[in-house]
Every structure is written in C-alpha cells, then in structure tokens.
C-alpha cells in the first residue's frame, strides 16, 4: 500500500518511514510530482491538516496523510496556534516568529505552553484525525 505524506520537510518524511511496517510505502510530496505550495487557510490545526490531505487526494488521487502543529503559549490566549508558522508574516521566518512571540512575553511570568499537532488521514474513502500534544513550561 502506497500513501503519501504532506510535507515538504525530508527529515520529518523519514522518521515516519522508520515507524511504519515495511508493508506501508510513504512517499513524498516530490515523489507524486506535487511541487506547488499546498493552501493552509484554515482557522485550525485540524482544518489545516484536512485541507492539505483533501488537495492529495483532489490532485493526485493518492490516500494521504497530513500534520498541522501550533505553538499554544496560555499567556497569550493560545497565539500564535495555528498561525505559528507565519505569525509574524507570510514569510514563514522563524526567528521573526520567535522575536514576536518573545516580545509579546516581555513583563509576564507565566511562560507556560503546549506543542499541539492534529494529522488528517484519508484513506479509502474514509477519514481520521489524530491529536497529540506536548506541555512546555519555561523555568
């Protein structure tokens, strides 16, 4: 059985290559031709998810599954979330992120916050989500 995974990011591809039985063929985004920018507008990690195994399955035909992850920092009422990776602008820059998000943190003492993934999975015509999440609490 053939499945893609929705990412562009080599080393998260073979990690879950190494976790799956053998009888499970991931491939890549590059390996279906995909080269475009797959649209992540979705107001949630998990519509995220869902958006980008829906445009595989739309565009390529192939079962697939995708990950959406967010930053969920309490003191900011959840931000950045969803918009993590673009949080201080369409850019995608990390460190612009990690200094937004830093400075918003200035005076506040509570530093407490989760890693929050949702995956999508379709397959033969059926659909799942998936939910993991990991606390971080700054000393």
Known sequence: MKIVFATNNPNKLKEIQSLIPKEIEIISLKE?????????TGDSLEANAFQKAHYIKENYNYDCFADDTGLEIYELDGA???YSARYAGPDKNADANMTKILNE???KKKRKAKFRTAIALT????EHLFEGKVEVVHK
């Open 32 to 40: 279906i031709g995909c080269t475009e920018d797959i649209p992540e």
């Open 80 to 82: 950045p979330g969803v």
């Open 105 to 107: 943190l200035k005076g």
């Open 123 to 126: 397959q033969k015509g059926e």
